[in-house]
């Protein structure tokens, strides 16, 4: 009931909006800003031709390897330097001085390295979304209770299972929050990779869209789109943390 | 009655502003094995320190502990503590928090060992559940059968049911002593709760405020199950509550 009503809530704000920008586009009479339903026409257009999928499928899978890489790098890079206090001594400056330069500022050394195939993209995506989640992973560590540390000692437990009992799922709330952080800058910067020099992706679908004739209801349509799969790619992030090995740092 | 734990001149400082602080001041004490021995005191006297020393975290600047004639240097599973906040793994559920401290048997008889330790506290029913599905009570038991289950010769107690409400921690009290019936252990508790002490202690020691000295030691000669509200249970802790520097008339 109640999140009917929430959901009726966005969706008024949405028409609200639409209604808007319908009246503005009238009013000012442009020749070049699309109207909503030319947006509709144009997403109509890419759907019938195929290409819309294509893009879309050329972009997740930039994203998915890009993330992957990242995933695969930080969570132990993040659980080493929370655990050994030498690690984080000697890699956290670095790591602080790398995050704040921005992806952007990456894509003339990635070109460089990588040139213009799959893979600057994939290493510019890979670059934005490592930090967050070493960030995460590793203060996730450094936020162990110690009556939690404690407990395990006095048990005498070994290594594996301090790990894997208690180091790992105490953590695990952290890195689900910095995956889903990481995602989400993963996602915003596909598109802006994709403006380079690329022949597909969302990205190349806004940029391509203008360069070839000023078809902005494409543009619009290709923005809206990159909008809704990020609202479900976080979507899908916030499921896991409602799986039941982190559920616990949500109750109460 | 054999010793099994072995205090002696325990000293311990810590490092403030204003210089080095002593908290513990030459504490020596002996625990018999299978003995239950409470210390009470003043809060912030220095009790938990020694507890932490006495598990096993934390080493005296001067002075021994030995358990069992050997001197202890490092946490083991052979002393369990069990304290104040709890430390049930709120990730792992109830069947698994249990098996937390067994290593070297089979999967299945883990899981068989502490299933009857949770049902030996009363958890029987709940080993799939996560802690924060529990109340506080049934948290104190989950703790008490991980700890349990280990078989540790040792109990040490800090304040294990201050959290609770009067009633459930009455009926823990109760419950531990059921237990420790059952199952023979030695037993450091420390509380500030006089009344706590005298249910179900042999022996207690009063410490004085800070640096903690052993100010006064009382025998409780009262067989189980204790009635507190006898004129020599009354007496015995006006007696104590006399050493903590509160007098209590009309008794």
């Known amino acids: 009931m109640l999140s009917a009503r929430r959901l009726l809530a966005s969706l008024a704000v949405l028409g609200v909006l639409i209604v808007l920008w319908w009246a503005l586009v009238a009013v000012t009479r442009s020749a070049i800003f699309p109207t909503p339903w030319q947006v509709v026409q144009g997403s109509g257009e890419?759907?019938?031709?195929?290409?819309?999928?294509?893009?879309?499928?050329?972009?997740?899978?930039?994203?998915?390897?890009?993330?992957?890489?990242?995933?695969?790098?930080?969570?132990?890079?993040?659980?080493?330097?929370?655990?050994?206090?030498?690690?984080?001594?000697?890699?956290?400056?670095?790591?602080?001085?790398?995050?704040?330069?921005?992806?952007?500022?990456?894509?003339?050394?990635?070109?460089?390295?990588?040139?213009?195939?799959?893979?600057?993209?994939?290493?510019?995506i890979f670059i934005s979304s490592v930090f967050p989640m070493v960030v995460q992973t590793t203060a996730g560590v450094h936020t162990i209770e110690r009556r939690y540390l404690r407990a395990a000692a006095n048990f005498g437990v070994s290594r594996y299972t301090l790990f894997r009992r208690v180091v790992i799922p105490a953590v695990l709330p952290q890195i689900i929050v910095g995956m889903r952080i990481g995602l989400g800058v993963a996602w915003l910067v596909v598109v802006a990779a994709e403006m380079i020099a690329l022949r597909s992706g969302l990205g190349y679908l806004i940029i391509d869209s203008r360069n070839a004739g000023n078809r902005y209801d494409l543009v619009i349509a290709g923005m809206v789109i990159i909008g809704l799969i990020g609202l479900l790619l976080d979507s899908a992030m916030r499921y896991m943390e409602r799986l039941k090995w982190v559920r616990w740092r949500y109750a109460h | 009655m054999r010793t099994k734990i072995l205090v002696d001149q325990v000293e311990k400082s810590y490092a403030s502003d204003k210089g080095p602080l002593r908290v513990?001041?030459?504490?020596?004490?002996?625990?018999?094995?299978?003995?239950?021995?409470?210390?009470?005191?003043?809060?912030?006297?220095?009790?938990?320190?020694?507890?932490?020393?006495?598990?096993?975290?934390?080493?005296?600047?001067?002075?021994?502990?030995?358990?069992?004639?050997?001197?202890?240097?490092?946490?083991?599973?052979?002393?369990?503590?069990?304290?104040?906040?709890?430390?049930?793994?709120?990730?792992?559920?109830?069947?698994?928090?249990?098996?937390?401290?067994?290593?070297?048997?089979?999967?299945?008889?883990?899981?068989?060992?502490?299933?009857?330790?949770?049902?030996?506290?009363?958890?029987?029913?709940?080993?799939?559940?996560?802690?924060?599905?529990?109340?506080?009570?049934?948290?104190?038991?989950?703790?008490?059968?991980r700890a349990l289950v280990v078989r540790p010769e040792i109990l040490f107690m800090d304040e294990p049911f201050g959290a609770l409400d009067a009633l459930m921690n009455l009926r823990m009290r109760n419950e531990l002593l059921r237990i420790l019936a059952k199952e023979r252990h030695t037993v450091l508790l420390i509380t500030h709760d006089v009344e706590e002490a005298i249910h179900v202690a042999d022996r207690i020691l009063v410490f004085s405020p800070r640096p903690a000295t052993i100010q006064a030691a009382f025998d409780v000669p009262f067989a189980h199950p204790r009635n507190l509200t006898s004129p020599a249970a009354q007496e015995l802790r006006a007696a104590i509550l006399r050493e903590l520097g509160v007098e209590i008339y009309g008794g």
Request: aromatic share 10%; with cysteine; hydrophobic share 50%.
């Open chain 2, 24 to 145: 513990l001041d030459r504490i020596t004490f002996a625990v018999g094995d299978g003995e239950i021995v409470a210390i009470v005191g003043p809060s912030g006297c220095g009790k938990s320190t020694l507890l932490d020393i006495l598990v096993g975290f934390d080493r005296p600047d001067s002075g021994s502990v030995r358990v069992d004639g050997a001197e202890l240097t490092k946490p083991s599973a052979a002393g369990i503590l069990i304290s104040q906040r709890g430390s049930v793994f709120p990730w792992l559920t109830v069947q698994e928090n249990v098996m937390f401290g067994l290593n070297g048997q089979a999967h299945g008889d883990k899981r068989q060992l502490a299933d009857h330790y949770a049902a030996m506290v009363g958890l029987n029913g709940f080993e799939t559940s996560y802690p924060h599905e529990l109340s506080g009570g049934m948290l104190k038991r989950l703790e008490l059968a």
């Open chain 1, 46 to 124: 890419l759907i019938r031709d195929g290409t819309l999928w294509a893009h879309i499928g050329a972009s997740l899978f930039r994203v998915a390897a890009g993330f992957f890489l990242a995933v695969v790098v930080a969570i132990p890079l993040g659980l080493w330097m929370g655990w050994m206090k030498g690690a984080y001594t000697a890699l956290n400056p670095l790591i602080q001085m790398l995050r704040p330069i921005s992806p952007i500022a990456w894509i003339p050394i990635a070109i460089l390295w990588f040139g213009v195939g799959d893979a600057s993209p994939i290493y510019l």
